[in-house]
């Protein structure tokens, strides 16, 4: 039987945290605000209740389509903050009318016509991952009725090109789905956001996600070669190449474009040999300050890190990496091609130039081609394709801690519990860093306080350019029932006006969204949002593709 999403919360029904988890993790948050959350039930799917459909298609279009209840409500938003409160509470008053699963371009062609001809606003799903509001439409205005478009049925690879190290993907592969397809060539996508197990290249693109490597491939758009949309004004597609100077890149009008233009149904993407050698290490700070000059250091070594993660000291003790009130810089390297010491040594030379020690020896593997079992094993013979598809998981996974694929799922068992907890991520150039962070520390914390009471800010990179690193601040606080969203929104609103007032982004790898929208505009030249409404109007004339994500939604 296959796995079962939830319908309100991250991902997997069965990896939500159960009840002696719950309470431990109640126990410890009782010392950290001096009250202990209550404990409630996860809800019941059998509770669930949708408005009943507002349209009807046709039967060529009802034969990918369903009114499911269950499909409705996972369909209905994606999961921020407020979209976990709101399906913990059981409402899905906006859920879609209708969820498609096209398995090839003629049905998704054929459901944008009618779309269009009957003014249904559409929205691409991915893997139902958003945090900013992605994929959540509001049925009114113009607008009749509201249809989900989930590509997961159209997840293959089609074409690899070895040479090249080139893979043509379809836009509905999820990570693990891409992971077992491009093992049979033993080559990776090497892409790994949080939401890997979920979400979908498709997605990937449109939102110019971020994956786990902290420098050169840091984000989906460094992995694209060449994408093609399918808009209602019929296909956009670009040629794999390497390099071009011919104008204006396309791609980067998809990239990022959130479903406004057109709907991603192919890319082209670099793909890599799976890494052989690995290294890692672990190097304290007793300031974080020195951490982050240490980290500055080494995205401007040339060293290419993969890995270069900076804790604070409650960000270390949040994930119980230390407790011990230091800051932790994760430093890791992998290869395909040669050993790492060399670079790991120069690393680690850096990093305690600058104050920083290193408690323990680094940590060196290095893995056969063909390893059926534990690293340093071999196989007599090449192994099958389920063997690698098997083996890339188990590399994956001891490569890089599972509790960053975890983490979400706590944030699901913490609303369970009533306590207002969310994540918010930026970018600065080095020079603005030090003030950046006072500013929007303070600022959170002081919101925090005033909205609930008492609670947490702690602060981590997740990734480091030579120009300035992405900033990732988590806070936690005590809810009050039937009042987190408005605690949650003063926190998150006071922190981004504190970012942008500090020369910060208002997201580095979430998105805009409907969420991040209004700050946006903020952020960007009112000149290149008309630009990208012209865009919308040539490509999507009638404004029915997720109309106000990312652009206004005209009615």
């Known amino acids: 039987m296959p796995r079962q999403r939830s319908f309100w919360a991250w991902g997997y029904e069965d990896k939500l945290p159960g009840e002696d988890a719950r309470r431990a993790l109640a126990a410890r948050l009782g010392g950290l605000f001096g009250t202990t959350p209550e404990l409630r039930p996860y809800p019941s799917a059998d509770a669930i209740t949708v408005p009943g459909a507002r349209f009807t298609p046709p ?9 499911d209840v269950r499909v409705r409500a996972l369909h209905t938003r994606g999961r921020s903050y407020p979209d976990l409160v709101r399906g913990f509470a059981g409402d899905f008053a906006t859920a879609p009318d209708w969820v498609f699963y096209p398995t090839d371009e003629d049905q998704l062609l054929a459901l944008i016509r009618f779309c269009e001809t009957e003014a249904i606003a559409l929205v691409p799903f991915g893997g139902g991952t958003s945090v900013v509001g992605g994929v959540e439409h509001v049925t009114r205005g113009r607008f009749r009725g509201t249809a989900s478009v989930d590509l997961t049925k159209m997840d293959k690879v089609l074409e690899i090109d070895v040479t090249s190290r080139l893979a043509r993907i379809q836009g509905g592969a999820s990570g693990p789905r891409i992971a077992e397809q491009l093992a049979t060539a033993e080559l990776s996508l090497r892409h790994y956001p949080q939401s890997y197990e979920l979400s979908t290249l498709g997605g990937w693109i449109a939102t110019r996600a971020g994956g786990h490597f902290a420098t050169l491939y840091t984000r989906i758009d460094d992995l694209v070669a060449a994408v093609r949309m399918l808009s209602p004004a019929g296909v956009l597609e670009t040629r794999k190449l390497p390099s071009s100077g011919a104008g204006p890149a396309p791609e980067r009008l998809v990239l990022g474009s959130e479903g406004a233009f057109g709907i991603i149904t192919e890319a082209w993407v670099r793909v ?8 890692s290490a672990s ?29 604070d000291a409650g960000e270390a003790m949040l994930h119980r990496v230390s407790s011990r009130g230091d800051a932790i810089l994760l430093l890791a390297f992998e290869s395909a091609d040669h050993p790492l010491e060399p ?3 120069r690393a680690l030379s850096i990093a305690t130039d600058l104050g920083g020690s290193c408690d323990d020896e680094p940590t060196y593997t290095t893995e056969v081609v063909y390893s059926m079992g534990p690293p340093g094993t071999t196989s007599a013979r090449p192994p099958s394709r389920a063997e690698l598809a098997v083996n890339q998981d188990v590399q994956d996974a001891s490569m890089w801690k ?11 068992a913490l609303v369970s519990m009533g306590v207002v907890c969310d994540t918010f991520e930026t970018a600065c150039t080095w020079d603005r860093f030090p003030a950046l962070h006072e500013a929007v520390t303070r600022a959170a914390q002081a919101a925090l306080v005033a909205a609930c009471g008492a609670g947490v800010v702690t602060c981590r990179f997740t990734h480091v350019y030579p120009d300035g690193p992405a900033v990732y601040f988590t806070f936690l606080g005590p809810g009050r029932a039937g009042e987190e969203i408005a605690q949650w929104t003063a926190v998150k609103k006071a922190a981004t006006e504190a970012v942008l007032a500090s020369g910060g982004t208002v997201t580095h790898h979430h ?10 505009t903020k952020e960007r030249s009112p000149l290149f949002e008309q630009v990208l409404v012209a865009a919308k109007a040539q490509l999507d004339p009638r404004g029915v593709l997720n109309p106000g994500c990312l652009l206004p939604s005209g009615g």
């Not at 039967?59 to 009114?67: A, C, K, M, P």
């Open 59 to 67: 039967v060529e279009l009802r034969s990918f389509g369903t009114t």
């Open 272 to 279: 890599q040999p799976r890494p052989r050698w690995r290294a």
């Open 283 to 311: 190097v304290r700070f007793a300031r974080f300050e020195a951490g982050a000059e240490a980290a500055r250091a080494l995205s401007q070594s040339g060293l290419q890190p993969s890995n270069c993660r900076l804790l």
């Open 343 to 345: 670079w790991m040594e």
């Open 402 to 412: 599972r509790s960053f694929l975890d983490a979400p799922y706590l944030q699901s």
């Open 511 to 520: 998105a805009v969204g409907r969420i991040h929208r209004p700050f946006w």
